[in-house]
């Protein structure tokens, strides 16, 4: 009965983390110019909440010169940053001021698949 209240304990905590997270004015990551072209993936697999695209499998892979960052859904744990192999990802507050225009062309990536579904 502990056991089982402790787990549903820790759950509740990491729901909870996620959540404020959530609330809070937070900064995504962002992923600027090395990627185009490259588009290694090591940063999908590593993601904890699915939220850099296109994937491999996905249709748009091969059109999309980069892959994205979904600044909504980003809970910023830099999981993504080490694994990069041409160090394109940063935290939008590192971002070098030459690539300041990856932020928006992030979020532009999303809002398009948005606006394709309706
Ligand atoms: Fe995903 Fe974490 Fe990278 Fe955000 S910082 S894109 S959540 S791996």
Redesign the pocket.
């Known amino acids: 009965m502990i056991r089982k209240f402790r787990k549903i304990s820790k759950i509740g905590v990491v729901i909870l983390i996620l959540y404020s997270k959530k609330g809070e004015e937070k900064m995504?990551?962002v992923i600027a110019e090395p990627c185009i072209g490259v588009k290694d993936t090591a940063?999908t697999e590593?993601?904890?909440?699915?939220?850099?695209h296109p994937k491999k499998d996905e249709a748009d892979f091969e059109k999309e010169e980069q892959l994205y960052?979904?600044p909504n859904?980003?809970?910023?744990?830099?999981?993504?940053?080490p694994v990069c192999p041409v160090s394109a990802?940063f935290?939008e507050s590192s971002l070098p001021e030459k690539w300041k225009s990856f932020i928006e062309k992030n979020a532009n990536y999303y809002k398009r698949k948005k606006e394709a579904v309706g």
């Open positions: 995504a990551y940063c590593v993601c904890p909440v699915d939220c850099i960052i979904d859904e980003c809970i910023d744990c830099g999981a993504c940053e990802i935290p």
